[in-house]
Each structure stands twice: as C-alpha cells, then as structure tokens.
C-alpha cells in the first residue's frame, strides 16, 4: 500500500480527519482540486462541542486567539438604531460544559490553524491534485490523480463537498430537495462606519424582518454579510456596486463598502447521502450531507464526521468501521431538520429566526442505541458525550477530565473500589483494570452517577463507551 487512507478534500472535515490519523501515526495523504486555499468567511461560526473537538485535537488555544466570542446585533430600522439583539442566551461555563457558548472565526481561517497542526505531523495538503477515478478490491483501493499518479490506499474518503465526485462515481443517492425559490447572498465585504463591536441588522420599518445582516470578522478588515434575493434577482448581485446600492436603500446611504473579498449566491440544498459507505470508500462532511447556513451546524458537523471516522479508521476493526455510518447518518439526518427549521423561519418572517437556542451547539448529540452503545439506564449512559469535570487523582492534585482524555487513546475511569484515586488511559477497545477517581468533596462527580466499583470507559472521541459496576 502506499498509504493508508486517501483523503479527497481539505476542507475543516477532510483536515480533521487527518489530524486524527496522522496523530496516531496512520500513513495519509489530504489532496485538493483547488490551485490555491480557499479565501472567505462562509462557515464562520463554531459550536461548543466543535471548541471542545478543537481542544482535542491541540488547536484550540490558536482558535480561541484568532477568532472572537459572540457580540450583540445592532437593529438599524430606517436608519435609525432602534435596539440590539443577542443571537445567543447568556450561558455560564460550567465543570461539564466548559465552552458555554460558540465562537466566531472565519472559515478560511480555521483551515489555515488546522493545516499548521497538520503539518506539525509531516503532513501537507497536496493542492491541484484532483481525484480522477478510483476502483476497489477486498484489500484496498486503486486511486487515479489528476497529475498522473496512481495511488494504492487501504481506504479512500470523499470530503470533497456538497458536489463530490467521491459520492457520484459511487452512485449514492443525495436524497433532499433543491429549493430556486430561495436564494440568499452571502459575502466578505469592507463597511467603513460600522462599529466592529457589534453584529448589524439593516431593514425598513414595514418590512424589519426582510433585510441585510453584517458580522465582524475577527482578524480581518471585513465583515461577514448575508441578504436574501427577491424574484428576479440573479447572480450579478454579487458584485460590489448592487452589494452597496441594496445596503444604501435600507441604510439611507450612511455605509461605505469596499473590497468585496468573497461571495457566493447560495441556494437552499438540504440533502442527505443514502449511504455513507461502500466498501472500502467512506463520505465525510458536505459530501455526505448539505445544510442551509441557518443554525451553523454544517461545517461543525463535518468536523464531527472526520473526528469519528479517524479513531475508527486507524483501528480497522470492522465494527468500528461499520459503527461510522449508522453513528453519523442519524446525526446527519436530525441536524438537517434543525437547519432547515430555522430557514423556514427565516421565510415566514419569525423574530425568533436570529436566535440560536440549545439544539445548535451539538453537545446533545448522542449515540445511544448505536453498534457501540449498549442500552443503559440513568442519567448519563453510553453512547453520550462524556462531561467534563474536575476530580482528584492518586496525589489529591486537582485533574481536569478532558485533560486525561485528550489524545488517541481510550480512557477508564472507576469510580470508589480503589485503595487510591486515580485513572487509566487505555489503547482504544482495550479492557484494563483502573484505580477510582474521587472529586474535591469526596465524592464522585454526579454526572458519570458514580457508585462504588462503577467503571466508565470513554471513547477516543470522547463519548461513552460502556459502563459496567454497581
């Protein structure tokens, strides 16, 4: 073999994923169509599981640096400020839930600190390389590359988008809907005026709910915009002049824009792969399934896609590989109805459109009932996201969970049956002994429902793999 996966796409879901392989020492190539990095906002807003992936994979510290927690909206009715807005509920970190809220950075951005961790392992993006074709055996899969090469892999995983080559040589359905009724700019735009400590919302008195959105974006000139087209409108509305004479006409002219960096027409896509499987080929991120940028949940769902592919992938047990698609699908399928909620409420003009409420920041997501979550009773059970939280190990230091779970490997925790605190970090679907961890009040953290002789043991991704004891 020549490597060990193929990566076709090196958006944040092909980089996630391998992040994951080449931390374990996996052989992985990353390969693009595109002649140069993508440069533009686009997914621009990151969920609270996502920061917690990011902390994970080494990179949060560079994502908390670069980009900016969320500002209030300012809403300009006429002209005039007539009040704010916040997209989010206040929310207070917790022990369990660290990162209470999301955070802003612009895609391009995001990819740029994933590459940089990348390459920390000797893996680079191979840019305008284009997968041209592939066939697969029972051993592996044979891959063609536009520059003429010839790739052997064990196993070939289209990340490569919502129009993925990957998915249609496959001949896998992309079941959903097309929606040309509803089209809605999107774009990168200098706005001298505009204070950029706030989100800005501009529309007229008798339609305030019809208009155009500008968001700061932290560590750039620019802000991010959005407006939705009317009939009639086409694609010639991306350019700078119809940009700023759509603003002039709901702002009264007080706003200068320049330097439109990017844009896009974009139009209502929601759609889910059939499959996410055949053989030895897997889909990740937009290629398996596309959201509407309402809610935020697409780019966050394909990291999520990529960071339980990559454990499962270096593994190669084949009820690992097998768990991956019924695991993500199901997650796939309910987050596309969460996106394509909030879109309907943008087209019948509901206020509540702009706020995001608990069902986006993806720490509810559960695999319970999943190949690799046995049934359980209780609050937390398998197959769920592993909390946070602070307790004390064998010396009485202070150790903070997600620190013991950081890295490739699995991690056994048992609770009250050992002489002295402490823990066990385990190679992933190993079984081994532990010692029990108490926490400062001497007594096990609530959240994991620990008992004397319970044991928990937390995936590689984080989730809950079984628990077993009284």
């Given amino acids: 073999m020549d490597t060990r996966a193929l990566i076709a796409g090196a958006g944040p879901t092909g980089l996630t994923l391998a992040i994951e392989l080449a931390r374990r020492d996996v052989a992985v190539r990353i390969i693009d169509k595109a002649e140069t990095y993508f440069v533009g906002s686009r997914g621009d807003g990151l969920q609270p599981r996502t920061l917690e992936v990011f902390e994970d994979l080494g990179v949060l510290d560079a994502v908390l640096a670069a980009g900016m927690a969320p500002v209030p909206m300012k809403i300009h009715l006429g002209g005039e400020v007539v009040g704010e807005r916040m997209m989010f509920d206040p929310v207070e970190p917790t022990p369990s839930r660290p990162y209470a809220t999301g955070w802003f950075l612009g895609q391009s951005q995001t990819e740029g600190i994933l590459r940089d961790r990348l390459a920390e392992?000797?893996?680079?993006?191979?840019l305008a390389t284009a997968l041209t074709g592939f066939d697969q055996d029972a051993d592996g899969v044979t891959a063609t590359l536009s520059t003429g090469e010839t790739v052997r892999a064990e196993y070939l995983v289209g990340a490569d988008g919502g129009k993925s080559f990957v998915r249609k040589t496959l001949g896998i359905a992309f079941e959903g809907i097309t929606d040309e009724s509803i089209r809605m700019l999107l774009g990168d735009v200098r706005a001298d005026g505009l204070d950029r400590n706030y989100g800005h919302w501009f529309a007229t008195p008798d339609e305030p709910m019809s208009g155009m959105s500008f968001s700061p974006l932290p560590g750039t000139p620019h802000f991010q915009f959005g407006a939705a087209l009317g009939d009639g409108e086409t694609d010639v509305e991306?350019?700078?002049?119809?940009?700023?004479a759509r603003l002039d006409a709901l702002s009264g002219g007080t706003v200068k824009l320049t330097d439109l960096a990017w844009s896009t027409v974009w139009?209502?896509?929601?759609?889910?792969?059939?499959?996410?499987?055949?053989?030895?080929?897997?889909?990740?991120g937009d290629?398996?399934?596309?959201?509407p940028p309402t809610g935020g949940q697409g780019l966050n769902t394909g990291v999520q896609d990529g960071y339980n592919l990559g454990w499962k992938l270096a593994d190669g047990a084949p009820e690992l590989l097998d768990s991956y698609e019924i695991e993500?699908?199901?997650?796939?399928?309910?987050?596309?109805?969460?996106?394509?909620?909030?879109?309907q409420k943008y087209v019948?003009?509901?206020d509540d459109a702009h706020h995001r409420g608990e069902e986006t920041n993806q720490l509810n997501i559960t695999y319970r009932g999943g190949p690799l979550s046995p049934a359980g009773t209780g609050g937390l059970r398998p197959g769920d996201r592993a909390?946070?939280?602070?307790?004390?190990?064998?010396?009485?230091k202070a150790v903070r969970l997600f620190e013991l779970f950081r890295g490739?490997?699995?991690?056994?925790?048992?609770?009250g049956a050992g002489e002295t605190p402490g823990y066990r970090i385990l190679p992933a679907g190993s079984v081994a002994t532990g010692t029990d961890l108490v926490d400062e009040g001497g007594h096990a953290y609530a959240a994991y429902e620990a008992s004397d002789g319970r044991r928990v043991l937390i995936r590689p991704d984080g989730y809950v793999w079984s628990i077993t004891g009284s």
């Fill in 328 to 343: 993500r699908r199901t997650v796939a399928a309910r987050v596309l109805g969460v996106t394509a909620g909030i879109l």
């Fill in 408 to 415: 490739p490997h699995a991690t056994e925790l048992l609770f």
């Fill in 387 to 396: 909390p946070d939280s602070l307790l004390t190990d064998a010396n009485g």
């Fill in 348 to 350: 019948d003009g509901d």
């Fill in 287 to 291: 290629a398996a399934h596309v959201h």
């Fill in 121 to 126: 392992y000797g893996v680079r993006v191979e």
């Fill in 238 to 244: 991306t350019a700078l002049p119809a940009v700023q």
């Fill in 267 to 284: 139009r209502p896509n929601v759609r889910l792969a059939a499959r996410f499987r055949d053989g030895r080929v897997f889909l990740a």
